[in-house]
C-alpha cells in the first residue's frame, strides 16, 4: 500500500509539507509552514508559497506547478506585484477571471503586503479581468452587460469534477493492489492508507461541504453526498476515470500550448508527470 | 487512399480549413484579437512533430497548391470537408468562408464537400443566406462556432430558442449533418462556455440530425463521453484528439483513445486533419500504426483494422454519401460495439481493475 503515495500526480514543490495546497482563502492557510530560504520577514519567496495554494479550477492544479506565474516580486518594501501568463490569448475569460482573484487574495494575506497588483499578460479579457479585480468588483460588474452572476456555481461544478477525479485517483492504486471492487463501496476514508490523493481528495470534498472525515464513505456522489450503492459502483468508477483521463489531458494540452507560447519556465513550474 | 500492410483505408478528412490569417485580411481595431486568434491555432501546431510545423506567417495564409500537395498528393485525403469558420468581426473576408473554400474547390472536382453555417442571432437574413448556401454549395452540412463574438454579444447555446429556429430551417433546406466546435466564450460569461449540455438537448429534439462534437468537446471530454453514450445521433470528431496527443502525449492520447472507444465507440468516431492546423500525412500514418502502449490499458477497449478503417473514412463517407470504392470497403458488422451497446447488457462489467 506504500506505493500509492509515489502516483500522485501533483506533488508539492519539495520544500512544503506532505499536505496538499490548500484552498485560496485566508483562514485555510494560517497553518501552512513558512519556506526555509533563510530570509526573515517578507520577501518574494513567501508570495510564491502563498501562491502555490492558488489552482487553475478548471484543471485543479496549482497556478505555479502549471507554468502560470510569469514575474512575482516586491516592487516596494510591501508592494508585491504578480504576473500571470496563460497557454493562449483566448483561454476562457471566467476560469482566468478566478485564478487573477485568488491569487490577488492569496498574496494579500500574506502578513506584511500592503498593496498588492496582479497581471494578467497578453489575454484577449487582460483589462476587464486586471481592473475588475483591482478594483474588487466582482465577475459581473468586469464583465458589465456580458454576464449575468458570480462564478461560485462555475467553481463548485469543477471542483466536484476534482472530486471524481480524485475518486479514481485515490481508488485505481487500492484495486492493483488486489481490493475487490465490490468493496470499495464499503468503505470509509479513514480505511484508505494515508496518501497525497487521498488528502486532496478529502480537501475537495470538504471545500463542497461535502463528508471528509474518517467516517464518510469513500465513494459518495459529489452532487448530492449521498453513498455510492454497490450497484451504481461500476458506472462510477467509470466516470471517475473517465473524468481524471479529461483532466490530466486538458492540463498536458494546456502544459504544451505554454511551452510553445512561452520560452522560459515560470516560477515554481513542475515538470509533467506520467498520467499513471 | 492509404495503402499499408495489404489494407485500404478511404480517407474523409472530416474536418479541415482553408483560411486566410494574415494581417492584409485583419479588421482595422480588431488586430489583436485576429491576431491572437491564428496565433492560438500556432500553438497547437507546436504539439505535432517538428518537421511538420510551419513558420507564423506561411500558418497564416498557405496557398491553394500548398492544401491540394498536404492534404491530397502527400496526405492520402480522399474527400475532405470544408469547415467554415466565420470570424468576421475579427478578419475582413472572413477567416475562412463557404465562398472561399468553394472558390477553390470548384477547380478540383470531387475532392470536396462543402459545409456551411450559420449563427442564430443573425435573425432572418441569416436565415435567407443559410438557404442561399445550401442551394448554391449543395451543402448537407453545417459547422457551427459557439464562441463567435456577433454584435456584442460573446457567443450563444445552441438550446437558445433562436438556435432552434435555425435547426428546423436548416433540417427542412436538406442538412443532415451539424458540426459543433464550442469556444471559451459564451453568453452569459460566468457559465461555463465549453458545456455540451446543449448539444444533449438538440440531439434529443433533432433525432434526424447528427451532431458531431468537434475536439470530442475537448477540455469536456467527460462530459461529452457521457452525453454521446445517451444519444445515438451524436459522433465524435477526432480534430484535436489526433493532431493535439498522438504525439506529443501519447499516453494521453491512448487514454482518451480508450475512453472514446468505451464511451463513443469505434461506428460513431471522425478522422479530421484541422488541417492547416495539422498536416493529414503524419496523423493517417501514425493512427494506422498505433495500439496502445502498454498493459496498463488492457481494460480499454481494442481497435482493430476495421476501426480504423471506419474512423478514418467510413463513418464519415456514411454521413455524407460519400461514394467508396469496393476495395475499401468492409462487410458488414466488422468491428466492435462501444459503451452504449457494452454498459446495458453487463452491468457488473468495470473498467477499474489492474492499473
Known amino acids: 500500500m506504500t506505493a500509492v503515495s509515489s502516483r500522485g500526480i501533483t506533488p508539492g514543490p519539495p520544500d512544503r509539507g506532505a499536505g496538499p495546497p490548500g484552498p485560496p482563502l485566508p483562514s485555510a492557510r494560517a497553518g501552512q509552514p513558512a519556506v526555509a530560504d533563510g530570509t526573515r520577514g517578507l520577501g518574494p519567496s513567501l508570495l510564491l508559497s502563498a501562491l502555490e495554494a492558488v489552482r487553475d479550477p478548471e484543471l485543479d492544479e496549482p497556478i505555479t506547478a502549471l507554468g502560470f506565474v510569469a514575474a512575482c516580486e516586491l516592487t516596494e518594501p510591501g508592494d508585491a506585484e504578480v504576473r500571470l ?14 485564478m487573477v482573484a485568488d491569487a490577488y487574495d492569496a498574496v494579500s494575506a500574506v502578513p506584511g503586503v500592503r498593496e498588492t497588483r496582479v497581471v494578467l499578460e497578453e489575454h484577449f479579457a487582460s483589462d476587464a479581468i486586471n481592473g475588475g479585480v483591482a478594483a474588487r468588483a466582482g465577475f459581473a460588474r468586469s464583465f458589465d452587460g456580458e454576464a449575468v452572476g458570480e462564478l461560485d456555481g462555475l467553481r463548485a461544478d469543477f471542483l466536484r469534477k476534482a472530486v471524481m477525479a480524485g475518486t479514481d485517483q485515490v481508488c485505481r492504486p487500492l484495486l492493483a493492489s488486489g481490493t475487490a471492487p465490490a468493496a470499495l463501496a464499503g ?39 449521498q453513498p455510492v450503492e454497490p450497484d451504481g459502483l461500476p458506472l462510477h468508477l467509470r466516470k471517475a476515470r473517465l473524468t481524471r483521463t479529461s483532466l490530466e489531458a486538458n492540463g498536458s494540452i494546456c502544459r504544451g500550448m505554454l511551452q510553445h507560447r512561452y520560452d522560459s519556465p515560470g516560477l515554481h513550474q513542475l515538470s509533467e508527470e506520467d498520467p499513471e | 487512399m492509404y495503402q499499408k500492410d495489404g489494407e485500404k483505408y478511404f480517407v474523409v478528412d472530416s474536418h479541415m480549413h482553408y483560411w486566410n490569417a494574415a494581417p492584409d485580411n485583419w479588421v482595422p481595431g480588431a488586430e489583436q484579437y485576429a491576431k491572437g486568434w491564428i496565433e492560438c491555432f500556432h500553438a497547437y501546431q507546436g504539439l505535432g512533430p517538428p518537421a511538420t510545423h510551419w513558420t507564423i506567417e506561411h500558418f497564416q495564409k498557405y496557398s491553394e497548391d500548398d492544401l491540394m500537395k498536404d492534404v491530397f498528393e502527400d496526405g492520402y485525403v480522399d474527400v475532405a470537408v470544408f469547415q467554415p469558420t466565420y470570424l468576421k468581426e475579427w478578419y475582413k473576408e472572413g477567416f475562412n468562408t463557404t465562398e472561399r473554400n468553394a472558390l477553390m474547390g470548384e477547380k478540383h472536382p470531387g475532392k470536396f464537400v462543402y459545409n456551411t453555417r450559420f449563427d442564430p442571432r ?3 437574413e441569416g436565415l435567407k443566406t443559410l438557404a442561399a448556401n445550401v442551394d448554391r454549395f449543395g451543402s448537407k452540412g453545417v459547422k457551427l462556432y459557439t464562441a463567435e463574438w456577433n454584435n456584442g454579444s460573446r457567443g450563444y ?13 436548416a433540417q427542412e433546406l436538406g442538412i443532415k449533418n451539424v458540426h459543433v466546435h464550442k469556444g471559451p466564450t459564451i453568453w452569459p460569461l460566468d457559465k461555463d462556455a465549453f458545456d455540451v449540455s446543449d448539444i444533449d438537448h438538440c440531439a434529443t429534439d433533432f433525432p434526424d440530425l447528427n451532431f458531431i462534437v468537434e475536439h470530442v468537446g475537448l477540455p469536456r471530454i467527460e462530459d461529452f463521453c457521457f452525453m454521446a453514450t445517451q444519444e445515438p445521433n451524436v459522433y465524435a470528431g477526432l480534430s484535436v484528439v489526433i493532431g493535439g496527443l498522438m504525439h506529443a ?22 478522422f479530421g486533419s484541422d488541417y492547416g492546423i495539422w498536416e493529414p500525412r503524419w496523423q493517417i500514418e501514425g493512427f494506422v500504426d498505433w495500439d496502445y502502449p502498454g498493459d496498463e490499458f488492457s481494460d480499454y477497449p481494442r481497435l482493430g483494422t476495421a476501426g480504423k478503417k471506419k474512423i478514418l473514412g467510413l463513418n464519415a463517407a456514411k454521413l455524407y454519401g460519400i461514394e467508396v470504392p469496393a476495395e475499401c470497403q468492409l462487410p458488414a458488422e466488422a468491428g466492435t460495439p462501444g459503451a452504449h451497446e457494452v454498459l446495458a447488457g453487463q452491468p457488473e462489467e468495470h473498467a477499474a481493475s489492474g492499473a
Open chain 1, 85 to 98: 501568463r496563460l497557454p493562449t490569448y483566448f483561454c476562457a475569460p471566467n476560469f482566468a477571471y478566478l
Open chain 1, 187 to 225: 468503505l470509509t476514508l479513514g480505511q484508505v492508507p494515508p496518501s497525497r490523493p487521498l488528502d486532496r481528495l478529502k480537501q475537495r470534498r470538504a471545500e463542497l461541504g461535502l463528508p471528509a472525515g474518517d467516517d464518510a464513505p469513500l465513494l459518495i456522489d459529489p452532487q448530492t453526498g
Open chain 2, 122 to 124: 443573425d435573425g432572418d
Open chain 2, 157 to 169: 447555446k445552441l438550446s437558445d430558442p433562436a438556435a432552434y429556429r435555425y435547426l428546423d430551417k
Open chain 2, 249 to 270: 502525449r501519447p499516453k494521453f492520447f491512448a487514454k482518451v483513445m480508450g475512453e472514446l472507444l468505451f464511451w463513443v465507440g469505434e461506428d460513431k468516431m471522425t
